[in-house]
């Protein structure tokens, strides 16, 4: 099964907890050197489908390869390669910060030279300065999820596992997080699999997404390709001066507006366009026909949320 130039190639992997089907005959492959988002809401398989390819759990059925490597009978080749950052809070409580990562690359083999170096740069970019010899267990929430994610780039891998690494991460940091991720992938060319079900998050980070619920993949591809698979429009939100229910009607009759939606207020309105740029003016005209006047206009792009819904509304596969 193995392909060239994949990090990851998964066919028909299923996994159950009993009655309860946890992923359902999921195929996809994750190409390396590029960051691949899994996406979906608390309990879409996400996690489960990480713990299968990380070979903590085995499968029910169909098969894996990770850095071309089955996952039933490579396991340890696997484990030696890659990084993995889970969900649940694993470190040494009664160590301080700077003795839980000095530790941890010390048992993936990182010179003294190297650890020392690390240290002093992952210390920076998580915000662990001031906390360095403070004990784990003394760390706020957010503090130990720093010093969790941070331990984990204290040694090398070709393929790093994030299972929903910024919860719990203030936006500065998370941005930071987001940044460094990005810039490890630029510059040592590792291959990065993200799960999150936060999607502005994938949106700025992934190269390409999977898109998960219920134990299925609805979808896979670039953002800007699952947009225009779902359809996904973008909506102008106009401001009118005068109040009056009949400007929906007015704008539906424009071609190409939908879902033409008058505030309560009666003063703004929401419209989905396909074309923005060719339909504005159109819309524009319209009104200033009729006697109205446009006191502002906002366009708001269409985002990976929106695409998320649209395919979980339409429940299909890719």
């Not at 066919?11 to 190409?31: C, H, M, P, Q, R």
């Not at 780039?153 to 940044?179: Q, S, T, W």
């Not at 879902?259 to 929401?270: F, P, Q, W």
Request: hydrophobic share 40%; aromatic share 8%; glycine share 6%.
């Amino acid at each position: 099964m193995a392909s060239l130039g994949y990090a990851i190639t998964v066919k028909n992997l299923t996994k159950k907890y009993g009655d309860e089907v946890a992923v359902d005959n999921i195929s996809f492959d994750v190409k390396r050197g590029e960051i691949f988002g899994f996406i979906g809401p608390n309990g879409a398989g996400k996690t489960t489908t990480i713990r299968i390819l990380t070979t903590l759990i085995p499968p029910l059925s169909g098969e894996a390869e990770v850095l071309g490597y089955n996952i039933r009978e490579d396991a340890d080749e696997i484990r030696c390669r890659i990084g993995y950052v889970q969900q649940q809070l694993s470190f040494e409580y009664y160590m301080t910060v700077k003795d839980n990562l000095d530790s941890y690359g010390l048992l993936w083999g990182v010179t003294n030279q190297q650890r020392k170096q690390r240290l002093k740069f992952l210390v920076d970019i998580f915000g662990l300065t001031d906390i360095l010899n403070k004990k784990a267990l003394e760390l706020s929430l957010g503090q130990r999820k720093r010093l969790q994610v941070a331990r984990e780039f204290m040694h090398d891998m070709e393929l790093l596992f994030l299972d929903e690494p910024a919860v719990g991460l203030d936006p500065i940091v998370k941005r930071a997080l987001l940044d460094f991720i990005r810039e490890k992938v630029k510059k040592d060319g590792i291959t990065v699999f993200f799960t999150t079900h936060i999607m502005s998050e994938a949106e700025y980070l992934c190269d390409r997404i999977a898109i998960i619920d219920k134990g299925k993949i609805l979808a896979c591809g670039a953002t800007d390709e699952l947009k225009k698979k779902f359809d996904a429009e973008t909506v102008l939100e106009l401001v009118i001066q005068e109040k009056d229910e009949n400007i929906a009607k007015l704008l539906e009759s424009v071609p190409n507006v939908n879902n033409a939606m008058l505030s309560t207020d009666g003063k703004s309105i929401r419209i989905s366009v396909k074309d923005p740029y060719s339909q504005t003016p159109k819309i524009l005209n319209a009104l200033l026909n009729e006697g109205y006047h446009v006191a502002e206009l906002h366009v708001k792009e269409p985002t990976l949320e929106d695409v998320f819904i649209r395919a979980v509304k339409r429940g299909i596969k890719k």
